[in-house]
C-alpha cells in the first residue's frame, strides 16, 4: 500500500497508486500525521491533541486496519486508540512481520499484538526511558534509551522479545541528553548517535555529538573515535548492512566510509557537506550539501574502487531521495520552508536532470515505496542514458550559464593573485579548521596570526610550556611588536621601513647612553665609577682635570675636590657634567641632583666601588647643557644627533627654551626630509613644514645660535 496522497479537513482518504481507486476513507479530522505499517496492513494517524466535554483527555493517536479484500464498507474498524500528546515519537513501531508493535510511556516500553491492541501483551521496565527502536530483521529485538540521571551515566541496552529481563548487549557513556538510534536492515548491529543540549567545553552553540556501535548479539561494542573536529552532521548504513557512512568535522566538512566491524575503509573528499544516502541497491552513494548550503550532490560508485560519477547541483533542496531502481534522485523544494521556487526535479544518476516541474506551494513529496528486488541493477546502469522529459529540456534552456565561476569577494588590491593558505579552506589546500573555546582565546587562528605573548618589563620570559591558570587568556592581551619576523617570513615594505626606523631609534640611544658614562668618566677622573685612582700621582689627576676642563658645567654649586696639599681650592671644585639632549627630555624633572664626592684620606681621593650616589639638593640651580664628544660605538648606528650648546644664560630663561623649541622643529624637519628622501609620501602640512626650515635658521642665527 502506498503512503497517503490527500489528506482531507474531515476524512482521510486511502488510494490504490497502480490503479488510483479509493481504497477506503477514514473519518478522521484535524489529521496532522499519518504513518503505515511496514506490510501496509494498519494506518496509523495522529490527531492534535483536544479535551472533551467532561474535561478528559482524547485518545488522539489511532490505529486503522486497511482491508483490500472487502470493500464493502468505506469506513474502516478502528483497532486501538491511546493518548499521545507529544509529535515527536508519536507514531508505533512494528516488526518486519507486523506480529508485534510497541510504544512508550513512562518507565516502560509497552509491546502489543498488532491485531489486538486493546491489551498489553508484555512490558519492557526501564527506569528513566525515554526512546527505543524495533530492530527491522528477522530476530524480533528492542534498543532502548536511558538519559543520564543523578550521576549515573547514560546506557543503551538491547534487549530480545520477549526475554526482558536482561540485556543482550549494553552500552554507557556520559554526555548524552538524546540519541538516535539506527539498526541495519539486518538487525544486527546498532549505531547510537548520542548529543548534550549543552556543549560545556564552549566548542559549539549546538551541543556535543558522540558516536557508538553495538553488535546486537553483544559480542562486540565501542565508541567511534572521528579524525576531525566538530560535529557529526549525518549517519547512514548501506542496504547490505555490510558498511556504513559518516559526515563530520567542522566545514569543510569529512565523509568516512566504514565497515561492519567500525573500522575505516575510505574516506571522501573534504567538501561542504552534511547529508549521505546509500542507492537501494548500495552500489552508489550520494553526499551532499543541503539547508544553508549550497546544494551540490556528489555521485560515488562504491563497486569501481569509489570513483566520483558526477556533481549535480541541485539548490535550495529540502527533500532528497533515491528512486527504487537505484538510477534516479528526486529533489523538491516545499513548504513551509522555502515558500518560493517549490517543485519537483528527478535526475539520473549519471547528472542529468530528467524532469522538472514548478508548482506553487509543494508540501511534501515521495516514491512510491517498492522492493529494490524487483528493480534489479544492470551491470552497467548509464547505458543506454535516458531520454530527458521536455519539461527538463525547456527548463535547460531557461538556465543561465555563468561566463566565469563565481568566488568569494576580493577586494580590488588582493585581485589577480593567489589566496594565502591562511585563508583558503581546508579541501582547498588551507590549514585545518580548529575551533577553541568560545569565551577563550587561542594562540592561533585558522592557522594565520601571530602568537600572542605577555612581556612585563623587567620580569623574566614566561616558560611557555607552563599551563596557563584557569579563566587566563594566553597572551594576556599583549600582542608583539608590529613587524616583528620570528618565523623567518618576509616583511611587506611598511613593515620593514617601521622596523628599520625602530632599531635607529634603539642605536641611537643606545649611543647616548655610552656617550653620557664615558662624559661622566672624563669628568670625574673615574673615581666616581669605580675605576682605580689610588695608583695615580696627584699631579696626573690634576693635569686630566685641567684637560677636560672645557667640558664641565659653569652653573651648578661646586664640590670641594683636594689638590695636592690634600687642601680644597676654588681651581679644583668638581663641577656637575651636562645631560644630553634625550637624558634631558627623559629625567626633566631631575636638574637639582647633584653628585657626592669621594671620601678623602691624607689628601688622596679613596677609591669606590661602586656607582655615585645620586641626592636631590636643598636649593635648585639651572643647567647649562655642553657639548658631549661620544667615542666611536662598536657598531656605528645609522643616526647620530647630539644637543647643541645653548648660548648664555641658564635653561631657565625665555631665550633658551626659544632655541630649544626651535632646534625641535629643525629636528622634526630632518626627520621629514628622511622621510620623503626614503620614498615615502608626505601630507600637505608636513610638505609645508620642511619648506620652512631656512626661516626656522634664520630666527636661530637671530637668537645668536650656530650650529
Same mark, same amino acid.
Given at each position: 500500500?502506498?503512503?497517503?496522497?490527500?489528506?482531507?479537513?474531515?476524512?482521510?482518504?486511502?488510494?490504490?497508486?497502480?490503479?488510483?481507486?479509493?481504497?477506503?476513507? $477514514?473519518? &478522521?479530522?484535524? @489529521?496532522?500525521?499519518?504513518?503505515? %505499517? /511496514?506490510?501496509?496492513?494498519? +494506518? #496509523?494517524?495522529?490527531?492534535? *491533541?483536544?479535551?472533551?466535554?467532561?474535561?478528559?483527555?482524547?485518545?488522539?493517536?489511532?490505529?486503522?486496519?486497511?482491508?483490500?479484500?472487502?470493500?464493502?464498507?468505506?469506513?474502516?474498524?478502528?483497532?486501538?486508540?491511546?493518548?499521545?500528546?507529544?509529535?515527536?515519537?508519536?507514531?508505533?513501531?512494528?516488526?518486519?512481520?507486523?506480529?508485534?508493535?510497541?510504544?512508550?510511556?513512562?518507565?516502560?516500553?509497552?509491546?502489543?499484538?498488532?491485531?489486538?491492541?486493546?491489551?498489553?501483551?508484555?512490558? $519492557?521496565? &526501564?527506569?528513566? @526511558?525515554?526512546?527505543?527502536?524495533? %530492530? /527491522?530483521?528477522?530476530?524480533? +529485538? #528492542?534498543?532502548?534509551?536511558? *538519559?543520564?540521571?543523578?550521576?549515573?551515566?547514560?546506557?543503551?541496552?538491547?534487549?530480545?522479545?520477549?526475554?526482558?529481563?536482561?540485556?543482550?548487549?549494553?552500552?554507557?557513556?556520559?554526555?548524552?541528553?538524546?540519541?538516535?538510534?539506527?539498526?541495519?536492515?539486518?538487525?544486527?548491529?546498532?549505531?547510537?548517535?548520542?548529543?548534550?543540549?549543552?556543549?560545556?567545553?564552549?566548542?559549539?552553540?549546538?551541543?556535543?555529538?558522540?558516536?557508538?556501535?553495538?553488535?546486537?548479539?553483544?559480542?562486540?561494542?565501542?565508541?567511534?573515535?572521528?579524525?576531525?573536529?566538530?560535529?557529526?552532521?549525518?549517519?547512514?548504513?548501506?542496504?547490505?548492512?555490510?558498511?556504513?557512512?559518516?559526515?563530520?568535522?567542522?566545514?569543510?566538512?569529512?565523509?568516512?566510509?566504514?565497515?561492519?566491524?567500525?573500522?575505516?575503509?575510505?574516506?571522501?573528499?573534504?567538501?561542504?557537506?552534511?547529508?549521505?544516502?546509500?542507492?537501494?541497491?548500495?552500489?552508489?552513494?550520494?553526499?551532499?550539501?543541503?539547508?544553508?548550503?549550497?546544494?551540490?550532490?556528489?555521485?560515488?560508485?562504491?563497486?569501481?574502487?569509489?570513483?566520483?560519477?558526477?556533481?549535480?547541483?541541485?539548490?535550495?533542496?529540502?527533500?532528497?531521495?533515491?528512486?527504487?531502481?537505484?538510477?534516479?534522485?528526486?529533489?523538491?523544494?516545499?513548504?513551509?520552508?522555502?515558500?518560493?521556487?517549490?517543485?519537483?526535479?528527478?535526475?539520473?544518476?549519471?547528472?542529468?536532470?530528467?524532469?522538472?516541474?514548478?508548482?506553487?506551494?509543494?508540501?511534501?513529496?515521495?516514491?512510491?515505496?517498492?522492493?529494490?528486488?524487483?528493480?534489479?541493477?544492470?551491470?552497467?546502469?548509464?547505458?543506454?542514458?535516458?531520454?530527458?522529459?521536455?519539461?527538463?529540456?525547456?527548463?535547460?534552456?531557461?538556465?543561465?550559464?555563468?561566463?566565469?565561476?563565481?568566488?568569494?569577494?576580493?577586494?580590488?588590491?588582493?585581485?589577480?593573485?593567489?589566496?594565502?593558505?591562511?585563508?583558503?579552506?581546508?579541501?582547498?589546500?588551507?590549514?585545518?579548521?580548529?575551533?577553541?573555546?568560545?569565551?577563550?582565546?587561542?594562540?592561533?587562528?585558522?592557522?594565520?596570526?601571530?602568537?600572542?605573548?605577555?612581556?612585563?618589563?623587567?620580569?623574566?620570559?614566561?616558560?611557555?610550556?607552563?599551563?596557563?591558570?584557569?579563566?587566563?587568556?594566553?597572551?594576556?592581551?599583549?600582542?608583539?611588536?608590529?613587524?616583528?619576523?620570528?618565523?623567518?617570513?618576509?616583511?611587506?615594505?611598511?613593515?620593514?621601513?617601521?622596523?628599520?626606523?625602530?632599531?635607529?631609534?634603539?642605536?641611537?640611544?643606545?649611543?647616548?647612553?655610552?656617550?653620557?658614562?664615558?662624559?661622566?668618566?672624563?669628568?670625574?677622573?673615574?673615581?666616581?665609577?669605580?675605576?682605580?685612582?689610588?695608583?695615580?700621582?696627584?699631579?696626573?689627576?690634576?693635569?686630566?682635570?685641567?684637560?677636560?676642563?672645557?667640558?664641565?658645567?659653569?652653573?651648578?654649586?661646586?664640590?670641594?675636590?683636594?689638590?695636592?696639599?690634600?687642601?680644597?681650592?676654588?681651581?679644583?671644585?668638581?663641577?656637575?657634567?651636562?645631560?644630553?639632549?634625550?637624558?634631558?627630555?627623559?629625567?626633566?624633572?631631575?636638574?637639582?641632583?647633584?653628585?657626592?664626592?669621594?671620601?678623602?684620606?691624607?689628601?688622596?681621593?679613596?677609591?669606590?666601588?661602586?656607582?655615585?650616589?645620586?641626592?636631590?639638593?636643598?636649593?635648585?640651580?639651572?643647567?647649562?647643557?655642553?657639548?658631549?664628544?661620544?667615542?666611536?660605538?662598536?657598531?656605528?648606528?645609522?643616526?647620530?644627533?647630539?644637543?647643541?650648546?645653548?648660548?648664555?644664560?641658564?635653561?631657565?630663561?625665555?631665550?633658551?627654551?626659544?632655541?630649544?623649541?626651535?632646534?625641535?622643529?629643525?629636528?622634526?624637519?630632518?626627520?621629514?626630509?628622511?622621510?620623503?628622501?626614503?620614498?615615502?609620501?608626505?601630507?600637505?602640512?608636513?610638505?609645508?613644514?620642511?619648506?620652512?626650515?631656512?626661516?626656522?635658521?634664520?630666527?636661530?642665527?637671530?637668537?645668536?645660535?650656530?650650529?
Amino acid at each position: 500500500m502506498s503512503a497517503p496522497t490527500q489528506i482531507a479537513c474531515m476524512l482521510v482518504n486511502i488510494i490504490d497508486a497502480s490503479v488510483g481507486h479509493i481504497v477506503t476513507t $477514514l473519518p &478522521a479530522d484535524n @489529521v496532522y500525521e499519518l504513518g503505515f %505499517s /511496514p506490510l501496509g496492513s494498519f +494506518a #496509523i494517524t495522529w490527531q492534535r *491533541p483536544s479535551k472533551d466535554d467532561a474535561g478528559d483527555a482524547v485518545k488522539n493517536l489511532k490505529v486503522w486496519r486497511v482491508h483490500t479484500e472487502n470493500s464493502a464498507s468505506d469506513e474502516r474498524s478502528i483497532v486501538g486508540k491511546f493518548v499521545q500528546k507529544s509529535q515527536t515519537g508519536w507514531n508505533l513501531q512494528y516488526t518486519f512481520d507486523e506480529r508485534f508493535c510497541a510504544r512508550v510511556v513512562t518507565n516502560e516500553v509497552q509491546v502489543y499484538e498488532s491485531g489486538d491492541l486493546t491489551k498489553v501483551w508484555n512490558k $519492557l521496565r &526501564a527506569e528513566g @526511558v525515554t526512546d527505543f527502536a524495533v %530492530s /527491522p530483521g528477522e530476530n524480533h +529485538a #528492542i534498543a532502548v534509551f536511558i *538519559p543520564e540521571r543523578k550521576g549515573q551515566p547514560a546506557a543503551v541496552k538491547v534487549f530480545n522479545v520477549p526475554h526482558f529481563q536482561n540485556p543482550v548487549s549494553q552500552k554507557n557513556f556520559f554526555k548524552g541528553d538524546k540519541v538516535q538510534l539506527k539498526w541495519n536492515n539486518h538487525g544486527t548491529a546498532l549505531i547510537v548517535l548520542a548529543q548534550t543540549d549543552v556543549d560545556k567545553s564552549g566548542r559549539s552553540y549546538y551541543g556535543e555529538t558522540t558516536m557508538y556501535f553495538l553488535s546486537a548479539s553483544g559480542g562486540f561494542d565501542s565508541r567511534i573515535d572521528l579524525d576531525k573536529e566538530g560535529p557529526i552532521h549525518d549517519v547512514s548504513w548501506s542496504p547490505n548492512s555490510k558498511s556504513f557512512a559518516v559526515v563530520y568535522g567542522y566545514m569543510p566538512a569529512k565523509t568516512t566510509l566504514f565497515d561492519s566491524r567500525a573500522d575505516k575503509v575510505h574516506n571522501f573528499p573534504l567538501g561542504p557537506r552534511n547529508t549521505v544516502l546509500f542507492s537501494p541497491h548500495g552500489r552508489f552513494v550520494l553526499v551532499a550539501g543541503f539547508g544553508n548550503l549550497a546544494g551540490q550532490m556528489d555521485i560515488y560508485d562504491l563497486e569501481k574502487d569509489n570513483a566520483k560519477i558526477c556533481t549535480i547541483e541541485a539548490s535550495n533542496a529540502s527533500v532528497c531521495e533515491w528512486s527504487p531502481d537505484g538510477k534516479h534522485i528526486l529533489t523538491a523544494t516545499t513548504s513551509p520552508r522555502l515558500r518560493v521556487d517549490n517543485g519537483i526535479r528527478i535526475w539520473h544518476a549519471g547528472g542529468g536532470l530528467m524532469y522538472n516541474e514548478d508548482l506553487n506551494e509543494l508540501y511534501h513529496v515521495c516514491w512510491r515505496p517498492q522492493s529494490a528486488e524487483t528493480h534489479p541493477l544492470e551491470d552497467n546502469p548509464f547505458s543506454p542514458t535516458p531520454t530527458p522529459h521536455e519539461s527538463a529540456l525547456k527548463y535547460l534552456g531557461t538556465v543561465k550559464t555563468p561566463s566565469k565561476p563565481a568566488g568569494a569577494y576580493r577586494p580590488p588590491g588582493a585581485r589577480g593573485q593567489v589566496t594565502p593558505l591562511a585563508f583558503r579552506r581546508e579541501d582547498e589546500g588551507g590549514a585545518a579548521y580548529v575551533r577553541e573555546g568560545i569565551s577563550n582565546f587561542s594562540n592561533t587562528i585558522n592557522g594565520f596570526g601571530k602568537p600572542r605573548r605577555r612581556e612585563v618589563p623587567g620580569a623574566e620570559p614566561a616558560n611557555q610550556s607552563t599551563p596557563l591558570p584557569p579563566g587566563a587568556a594566553p597572551g594576556g592581551g599583549v600582542s608583539l611588536t608590529p613587524g616583528a619576523s620570528e618565523d623567518g617570513e618576509k616583511l611587506s615594505k611598511a613593515a620593514a621601513k617601521n622596523k628599520k626606523k625602530r632599531e635607529a631609534k634603539k642605536a641611537k640611544e643606545a649611543a647616548e647612553k655610552e656617550a653620557g658614562v664615558n662624559s661622566l668618566t672624563a669628568d670625574t677622573g673615574g673615581m666616581y665609577l669605580g675605576q682605580r685612582s689610588s695608583a695615580r700621582s696627584p699631579e696626573r689627576r690634576g693635569a686630566e682635570a685641567q684637560s677636560h676642563g672645557h667640558q664641565r658645567s659653569r652653573s651648578r654649586p661646586h664640590m670641594s675636590v683636594p689638590n695636592t696639599d690634600g687642601k680644597p681650592t676654588s681651581d679644583g671644585r668638581q663641577r656637575a657634567r651636562s645631560r644630553s639632549a634625550t637624558g634631558r627630555s627623559r629625567h626633566r624633572g631631575d636638574t637639582n641632583s647633584s653628585t657626592q664626592a669621594p671620601p678623602v684620606q691624607n689628601g688622596v681621593a679613596k677609591p669606590s666601588n661602586a656607582l655615585p650616589i645620586l641626592k636631590k639638593s636643598v636649593q635648585p640651580s639651572p643647567v647649562k647643557p655642553s657639548i658631549s664628544v661620544p667615542p666611536p660605538p662598536t657598531e656605528p648606528p645609522e643616526l647620530q644627533v647630539t644637543s647643541p650648546t645653548t648660548p648664555g644664560g641658564g635653561s631657565g630663561s625665555s631665550q633658551d627654551k626659544k632655541i630649544r623649541g626651535l632646534l625641535k622643529k629643525i629636528r622634526a624637519i630632518d626627520d621629514l626630509k628622511m622621510r620623503l628622501a626614503g620614498g615615502e609620501k608626505l601630507e600637505d602640512t608636513q610638505v609645508k613644514k620642511v619648506q620652512t626650515e631656512d626661516s626656522v635658521r634664520k630666527e636661530l642665527a637671530g637668537l645668536g645660535w650656530h650650529g
